[in-house]
């Protein structure tokens, strides 16, 4: 298989399946109208979803899933208050609902995990920001404070910069995430960052996909090194404590990533597909369909040259 063909054939198996976005669907549904039952909701906001299922760049296996769970305000219970009152509030809607299920308030959300479908969603509390009808406040817990949001905003952004890319940048965001899922944890990126990362990176649609990835990644590299502002310009910094050690940790990752792709590409170029194959698996494991090989001459133990036909540029995978 040529290496522009595995490439693809990699990013598309990163895509939910029908029966996956309908166990999903199912499932949120029943969680939308359980929490609509116990909770009191604006009546023209029913929970909806919100992240990377709601912006077409979730990636299997589908861990999470954002819900954004907009509640009246009462005397008791709105912007004023604790966050910690509205994360436990939902904690306990969520708890009555699924009865024997542990619910776990998080710094903006509160998570619940199936292990049925293996599916965990982060339901976030939320109150509207009187006057804006787009604009929510939302609690964190690390500022001990409530902050501004507007996820349909940055649904709008995803889907412009995905056509300034040439519907291309969705999909490549897929092949970075899967990356960054395989990072030991404590190093991954949060996975918002790296999207609207991409968004100033990749403004062209690039002539395939492995230029793409080597262009997004190149990109990375230099742009993480430098805060990320909210694209609606209402709350924190999307990479908020990040240390600049963790930066430049991540900055010398995706430097490597970048340059194992680009010895790839030239291996390619040159015909050595399997050794192009090698390095792409190891950078990014299954599903990445070809393991390939290193390709070293048993009688010498160094590399041989066994080239075979190269990848040209009239490939007709991107």
Same mark, same amino acid.
């Given at each position: ?28 549904? %029943? ?33 999470? =899933? ?52 293996? =599916? ?6 939320? %109150? ?28 709008? $952004? ?75 310009? $209402? ?48 950078? %990014? ?34």
């Amino acid at each position: 298989m040529q290496v522009r063909q595995a490439v693809h054939d990699f990013i598309s198996a990163l895509e939910l399946t029908t029966a996956e976005r309908k166990e999903a669907s199912d499932q949120h549904k %029943f969680l939308r109208d359980g929490l609509a039952s116990r909770l009191e909701i604006e009546p023209d906001l029913y929970p909806f979803l919100t992240g990377s299922y709601a912006r077409s760049t979730a990636i299997r296996p589908l861990k999470d =899933i954002d819900l954004f769970c907009v509640l009246q305000r009462t005397p008791l219970l709105n912007p004023a208050s604790k966050p910690m009152d509205a994360l436990e509030t939902v904690r306990r809607a969520l708890e009555d609902q699924y009865r024997g299920k542990t619910a776990d308030p998080q710094n903006r959300s509160v998570n619940i995990e199936f292990s049925n479908t293996g =599916i965990a969603y982060d339901v976030v509390p939320a %109150f509207l920001d009187e006057g804006h009808s787009e604009v929510f406040w939302i609690p964190d817990l690390q500022a001990r404070t409530w902050i501004r949001s507007n996820p349909r905003i940055h649904e709008r $952004l995803s889907v412009d910069a995905n056509e300034a890319a040439g519907q291309e940048l969705k999909p490549l965001t897929k092949a970075v995430k899967h990356w960054n899922r395989r990072q030991p944890e404590g190093e991954r990126l949060r996975s918002f960052h790296i999207e609207v990362m991409i968004w100033d990176v990749l403004v062209a649609k690039p002539e395939n996909r492995l230029d793409g990835l080597i262009e997004i990644f190149e990109g990375l590299a230099s742009r993480v090194r430098l805060d990320t502002r909210d694209p609606a310009g $209402l709350g924190p910094y999307i990479n908020q404590g990040m240390t600049d050690a963790a930066k430049t940790a991540a900055m010398t990752r995706l430097g490597r990533a970048a340059s194992t792709l680009r010895e790839a590409r030239e291996l390619a170029q040159t015909g050595h597909t399997e050794r192009a194959h090698h390095l792409l698996y190891g950078l %990014f494991g299954d599903p990445y369909p070809e393991k390939g090989k290193q390709e070293r001459s048993v009688v010498t133990g160094v590399s041989a040259s066994l080239p075979s036909a190269p990848d040209g540029h009239g490939s007709r995978f991107g």
